[in-house]
């Protein structure tokens, strides 16, 4: 069965960077494209961001653009998500979720990581 | 950006009951529509997509609807492990938006 566990959240200061991972398995990682997630505490859902399957082509949310960077490592079956200039308004879980669309994405996600929390304050 | 509107914000319901939710798009977004259900502490679980399409393993007391800017989604008789939050979510166009949710809570 398809899992992914993201792991790399924790507390830090404004300005400062922080690298999520998530690790995929019970798919064929490489075929599929991935998005970052994220729900503020008690607050609704934002798309963060999207990689194709073979990480040619990236998408981001406004909130983000310029601050935070997705990668990806098929041999490793794992996504990254390089967040840089952290605020406070960052402080979410964020959740890894798996495109519903096998090479042809279609931006629905049909699977979803446990979520790492990540908080930003001083 | 594609604004997703919810309603209503929440719905208080008894096991049994037929419940619906709607979601209105800002602009048309044809059928690239999917509907999610989270309960507190889990990740959301995908139920509907391409507006009326029944993701595998998802019961089938849930039904979507509608296309371009009005959307609907059914729970036809309500079980006590429906009671969560819903959400929508369109993915017609980068950045991808969800509407701000849906909580369904026991009457």
């Known amino acids: 069965q398809v899992h992914l566990v993201e792991s790399g959240g924790g507390v830090v200061q404004p300005g400062g960077s922080l690298r999520l991972s998530c690790e995929g398995s019970?798919?064929?990682?490489?075929?599929?494209?991935m998005h970052w997630v994220r729900q503020a505490p008690g607050k609704g859902l934002e798309w963060v961001t999207f990689?194709?399957?073979?990480?040619?082509?990236?998408s981001y949310g406004e909130s983000v653009k310029g601050r935070f960077t997705i990668s990806r490592d098929n041999s490793k079956n794992t996504v990254y998500l390089q967040m840089n200039s952290l605020r406070a308004e960052d402080t979410a879980v964020y959740y890894c979720?798996?495109?519903?669309?096998?090479?042809?994405?279609?931006?629905?996600?049909?699977?979803w990581g446990q979520g790492t929390l990540v908080t930003v304050s001083s | 950006d594609i604004q997703m509107t919810q309603s209503p914000s929440s719905v208080s319901a008894s096991v049994g009951d037929r419940v619906t939710i709607t979601c209105r798009a800002s602009q048309g977004v044809s059928s690239w529509l999917a509907w999610y259900q989270q309960k507190p502490g889990k990740a959301p679980n995908l139920l509907i997509y391409?507006?009326?399409s029944l993701q595998s393993g998802v019961p089938s007391r849930f039904s979507g609807s509608g296309s371009e800017t009005d959307f609907t989604l059914t729970i036809s008789s309500l079980q006590p492990e429906d009671f969560a939050t819903y959400f929508c979510?369109?993915?017609?166009?980068?950045?991808?938006?969800f509407g701000g949710g849906t909580k369904v809570e026991i009457k």
């Open positions: 990689i194709r399957y073979d990480g040619t082509y990236k």
């Open positions: 019970g798919f064929t990682f490489r075929r599929y494209g």
């Open positions: 391409a507006a009326s």
């Open positions: 979720a798996k495109d519903h669309g096998d090479s042809q994405t279609d931006d629905y996600f049909d699977y």
């Open positions: 979510q369109q993915s017609k166009d980068f950045p991808l938006t």
